[in-house]
């Protein structure tokens, strides 16, 4: 686990964040209404990368590092069933399935929380009709995602020279051995894009859920490293460039989220046309923190 200063993993101060990332050759988050394409402003052509994109990053980095520790564990895991991860409270409780009792439905919850790393830090609803165990507001908030600059979604067409069924050949025979021929199939992605995404941490919500210093860190230590465990031939090369970290002095804030959003700022170089990676941009930051508030470069 990566070593950050106190300031920044300390659960009863309140933080916000900025987070930069970038997709080389790739499909950072396919939209399901345009056929798969890279999701995008349709009126400024900006990229588009959801919130819970970057939440499933960070539970599967989660799941990944930490799939051993009882107090750590994924609530929405991938195509996971959540009211067998409900059930499992109730059963270690005592509970009834079927309880209208608030007080037990409240220690549903609590269980939850102190077994689930993303319910402790996202946020979760879970009152359905068996094994209810109420609402919890995550401390944890993030944005959606957007390109610094337009991106270009192509769809080309790619082939391969296999089959999956002997019936697949023009000749209809089960039977057969070998292709007489191959199979169209299309690909989308960027040539280059640049992201920023921005998020909140809120103490309030924290204490509520018994988030701790451990988990703000392996917070912090996934944003950073999700990436290289996320891999695969849609996504192409992704990487985290930049993880900057206001913390406030008081736990209700001493500024205003988007004064401190706006000292750091992300802009193509003059010099570059159309960018290709990372060093075609350039991150400044306005040395002019606000009182109460100091900045932490987690990654820069």
């Known amino acids: 686990m990566n070593t950050y200063e106190e300031n920044v993993v300390d659960p009863s101060k309140r933080h916000d964040f900025v987070l930069i990332f970038d997709v080389t050759d790739g499909n950072p988050n396919g939209d399901p209404d345009a056929g798969n394409l890279p999701r995008v402003d349709p009126e400024t052509m900006q990229g588009i990368v959801t919130d819970v994109a970057l939440k499933r990053k ?80 995550g ?36 039977e057969d051995t070998e292709a007489s021929s191959g199979q169209m199939g299309r690909k989308a992605y960027l040539p280059y894009g640049l992201y920023v995404a921005y998020g909140f941490f809120s103490p309030a919500f924290a204490k509520q859920t018994g988030v701790d210093e451990k988990d703000l860190s392996l917070f912090w230590e996934s944003l950073e490293r999700m990436w290289d465990f996320d891999r695969s031939a849609s996504h192409g090369r992704m990487a985290c460039r930049g993880l900057y970290v206001f913390t406030h002095e008081n736990q209700y804030g001493n500024a205003p989220t988007h004064k401190l959003f706006d000292l750091i700022e992300v802009n193509k170089k003059k010099s570059v046309e159309v960018p290709r990676k990372f060093h075609d941009y350039e991150v400044t930051i306005d040395d002019k923190i606000l009182e109460g508030v100091t900045l932490d470069k987690l990654v820069d």
């Open 58 to 137: 960070v539970r599967d980095y989660i799941a990944l590092t930490q799939g051993l520790d009882e107090k750590r564990q994924i609530y929405v895991k991938h195509r996971g069933i959540l009211t067998q991860e409900q059930k499992m409270a109730f059963d270690k409780l005592g509970f009834d399935e079927d309880t209208k009792d608030i007080k037990q439905i409240n220690d549903a919850k609590a269980w939850m929380c102190e077994h689930f790393y993303d319910t402790r830090l996202f946020g979760a609803v879970m009152s359905t009709k068996k094994f209810n165990a109420g609402q919890v507001r």
């Open 139 to 174: 401390p944890v908030q993030l944005t959606f995602a957007r390109s610094v600059d337009q991106v270009v979604p192509l769809d080309i067409t790619i082939t391969r020279v296999a089959l999956t069924n002997g019936d697949d050949v023009s000749t209809g025979n089960a």
